[in-house]
């Protein structure tokens, strides 16, 4: 279940978290470093950069809001979600994107992760999310077989069974026969696994760009 914000209103509710997993991803090209917030107290040690992946982390608090400020400037708030409704023993994972040297914001999206639904004996499960700039629906392709067709951005497919095995992952626009660049290598679909495959960076630009377009896997379970 998604939740996109560009900005909010902030709200406090108490609460402590148990086993309540987050996962946070700086996909902003030009937003520089960021720090999230939780009932207004920072969480993190270190800030969080483009585009590396923080890895699952336990929440201590589920206090609300969730903000999400510049690590230059505490008090540039970039955006709030005011109640995420984080439940005890579940993963979620905060994707931050959108170009915000021409729009003034940033974009966020809040998923949580399948947790519950396991695959069938000699399966993996993997969902799609387009977060690559411009708002240009994408086609994915594994070994030369359609498996995600028209994903709008911001918009989170459904989780998809596939074979274990090894892809080649590759992107295409939706409507055209041009191939974006396969970015990630060979990826391997292991049993009873989730994974979440995510595109970011700007298409057009060069792959020498380290804002260009690209891609990435995560592993959800």
């Known amino acids: 279940m998604p939740y996109i914000s560009s ?16 996962e946070v991803l700086n996909l902003s090209p030009d937003v520089h470093p960021v720090n999230l917030y939780l009932g207004f107290v920072k969480q993190n040690t270190n800030f969080y950069s483009y585009p590396y992946p923080s890895g699952y982390f ?9 903000q999400v400020r510049s690590a230059s400037t505490a008090t540039m708030n970039l955006f709030t979600i005011p109640n995420p409704n984080f439940q005890s023993n ?7 994107t959108g170009q915000y040297s021409t729009t003034g914001y940033v974009d966020s999206l809040l998923t949580e992760d399948d947790t519950t639904a396991t695959p069938p004996v000699g399966f993996g499960k993997i969902r799609f999310i387009n977060l690559s700039i411009p708002n240009t629906a994408i086609d994915v392709t594994a ?15 459904v989780y ?8 080649n992952f590759q992107f295409v626009p939706t409507g055209t026969t041009g191939t974006l660049a396969t970015t990630i290598g060979t990826s391997t679909i292991q ?12 298409l057009g630009r060069v792959q020498t760009d380290t804002s260009a377009f690209n891609a990435g896997l995560l592993i959800n379970r």
């Open 58 to 66: 336990e929440l201590t608090t589920i206090d609300t809001p969730l």
């Open 143 to 157: 070994n030369g077989t359609t498996v995600f067709q028209g994903i709008p951005y911001l918009i989170p497919s």
């Open 7 to 22: 900005c909010g209103k902030s709200g406090s509710t108490s609460a402590i978290g148990s086993n309540t997993q987050l």
């Open 191 to 202: 049993d009873g696994r989730l994974y979440t495959l995510y595109s970011y960076g700007i």
């Open 160 to 167: 998809k069974i596939v074979p274990v095995g090894n892809y």
């Open 90 to 96: 579940h993963k979620y994972t905060l994707f931050i």
